[in-house]
Every structure is written in structure tokens, then in C-alpha cells.
């Protein structure tokens, strides 16, 4: 069994799959998991002003335990420093925009409440706020940034994933 560090960032594209990953790494290792949706939006999709998003999100990182789901852009600075293990889900664009259609169209049908409350709906699906039309605009430069951590990490360990079959492979080579 490989042992996994005490603070865990699970990091990739939109609809790659990192929330379901974190939160069996911390079934897995008993770490906790913080989804950071949960810690940024509102019910209403309200989004958490950035200044009490990097409050919520450096209160999390100055725990000694835990396995957060993603690191945004205008927080990131605050998860790198504290993370040990950043665990890179580096998969092709057909299998996270896949992914991605599939669960929003899901949750759009069964109406499934997620991060505090919200619903998905087919017509948010097609806005101009569309967590795929986000997937596009964001898919390269989190690919590139995954690639680049793993080449010569700033710091934490990399861990780089790069199918559905490895990410499966290494995790069950968790223990505590």
C-alpha cells in the first residue's frame, strides 16, 4: 500500500473527475475531503466574494489533514504552499467534456441538489455561463498547468494521471 501525505490537492480540468477522485482518496486514507464548491458558491449560484473565498479556502489549508477538490486560479497561491501531494487528472478533452455533458445533463433531469443547495438546468447548460462552455475556455491552460507542475514541481509532489484506468490503478494502492 503506498501512503499518501496529510494534505492532498486533487487538481484538472472541468468535468475530469476530481471531486469523485478527493473524495475517494479521503475514503481510502480517512483524510477529510472540502469540496471547494461547497465553499464558493451560495444557494442561488451566488458566488462567495473572492476575499471570504481565500478566507474559507486558508482556513482549510491551515489544517494539518485534508483533500481538497480543486484550486482556483485567484486562490491557488494559498493551496500550494500548504499542499504535499497534488494529484493531476491530465485527461484527454473527449473524456472530460464527456464526462462533464453527461453529469450535467443527469443533474439537470433528476434535479440532484449539489454545493449548498443548487440545482443544474438544461437552459444554465447552454448560457453563457455554462460550466461547458467554462471546460473549453479553461482546458488548456489547467492541462498545461498539470504538465508543468509534474516536469518540475514548485514544491509538492506530483502525482500526473492520464486515463480513467491509471487513476483507478493508483488508487488502490491507498492505504492510511
Given at each position: 500500500?503506498?501512503?499518501?501525505?496529510d494534505?492532498?490537492?486533487?487538481y484538472?480540468v472541468?468535468?475530469s473527475?476530481?471531486?469523485?477522485?478527493a473524495?475517494?482518496?479521503?475514503?481510502?486514507?480517512?483524510?477529510?475531503?472540502v469540496?471547494?464548491?461547497?465553499?464558493?458558491w451560495?444557494?442561488?449560484w451566488?458566488?462567495v466574494?473572492?476575499?471570504e473565498q481565500?478566507r474559507?479556502?486558508?482556513?482549510?489549508?491551515?489544517?494539518?489533514?485534508?483533500?481538497?477538490?480543486a484550486?482556483?486560479?485567484?486562490?491557488?497561491?494559498?493551496v500550494?504552499?500548504?499542499?504535499e501531494?497534488?494529484?493531476?487528472?491530465?485527461?484527454?478533452?473527449?473524456?472530460?467534456?464527456?464526462?462533464l455533458?453527461?453529469?450535467?445533463?443527469?443533474?439537470?433531469?433528476?434535479?440532484?441538489?449539489?454545493?449548498?443547495?443548487?440545482?443544474?438546468?438544461?437552459?444554465?447548460?447552454?448560457?453563457a455561463?455554462?460550466?461547458?462552455?467554462?471546460?473549453?475556455?479553461?482546458?488548456?491552460?489547467?492541462?498545461a498547468?498539470?504538465?508543468?507542475?509534474a516536469a518540475?514541481?514548485?514544491?509538492?509532489?506530483?502525482?500526473?494521471?492520464?486515463?480513467?484506468?491509471e487513476t483507478?490503478?493508483?488508487?488502490?494502492?491507498?492505504?492510511?
Open positions: 500500500m503506498t501512503s499518501v501525505p494534505r492532498v490537492l486533487v484538472g472541468t468535468g473527475g476530481k471531486s469523485t477522485l473524495a475517494r482518496i479521503a475514503e481510502r486514507t480517512g483524510l477529510p475531503y469540496s471547494a464548491d461547497d465553499l464558493t451560495l444557494p442561488g451566488v458566488a466574494p473572492d476575499e481565500a474559507r479556502i486558508a482556513e482549510v489549508c491551515a489544517g494539518e489533514r485534508w483533500v481538497l477538490d484550486a482556483y486560479s485567484r486562490w491557488k497561491d494559498i500550494l504552499p500548504r499542499a501531494l497534488i494529484v493531476g487528472l491530465d485527461y484527454p478533452r473527449w473524456l472530460s467534456l464527456g464526462r455533458v453527461r453529469r450535467t445533463a443527469l443533474r439537470s433531469l433528476t434535479r440532484e441538489r449539489i454545493c449548498n443547495g443548487n440545482v443544474e438546468s438544461f437552459r444554465q447548460m447552454f448560457s455561463d455554462s460550466i461547458i462552455r467554462w471546460h473549453f475556455a479553461s482546458f488548456a491552460r489547467k492541462r498547468r498539470i504538465r508543468e507542475w518540475s514541481p514548485p514544491g509538492p509532489a506530483v502525482v500526473r494521471l492520464t486515463s480513467a484506468r483507478r490503478r493508483w488508487l488502490a494502492t491507498l492505504g492510511g
